[in-house]
Nanobody, 122 residues
Framework: QVQLVESRGGLVQAGGSLRLSCAAS????????MGWFRQAPGKEREFVAAISWGGRNTYYADSVKGRFTISRDNAKKAVYLQMNSLKPEDTALYYC???????????????WGQGTQVTVSS
């Protein structure tokens, strides 16, 4: 079992930066791949970024590649999403998730946080 809690998001102007963190509880955090997903109003939840259990492999959606960076600290049981050059279209509820495979699919993640709102103003 893994419980996930995202940090508070926030309101930021376009072009700004924001760092999300996700704290995990449970002894097996380092065994899980971690992902970030987001869901805008009226849209389906979409993949943002993922990182393998050891942190060696990372994957990004094309829409955030070069602007967002995912990282993890297994000693602290945390995963992070550094978001730079934010755009209004990045506005969404952001979720972290844990799964046994590093995947872009929501169905491959077993545990989810409650979500945190990120709003980017133009």
């Amino acid at each position: 079992q893994v419980q996930l809690v995202e940090s508070r998001g926030g309101l930021v102007q376009a072009g700004g930066s924001l760092r999300l963190s996700c704290a995990a509880s449970g002894r097996t955090f380092s065994s899980y791949a971690m992902g970030w997903f987001r869901q805008a109003p009226g849209k389906e939840r979409e993949f943002v970024a993922a990182i393998s259990w050891g942190g060696r492999n990372t994957y990004y959606a094309d829409s955030v590649k070069g602007r967002f960076t995912i990282s993890r600290d297994n000693a602290k049981k945390a995963v992070y999403l550094q978001m730079n050059s934010l755009k209004p279209e990045d506005t969404a509820l952001y979720y972290c998730a844990a799964g046994l495979t590093t995947s872009v699919g929501t169905n491959d993640y077993d545990y989810w946080g409650q979500g945190t709102q990120v709003t980017v103003s133009s």
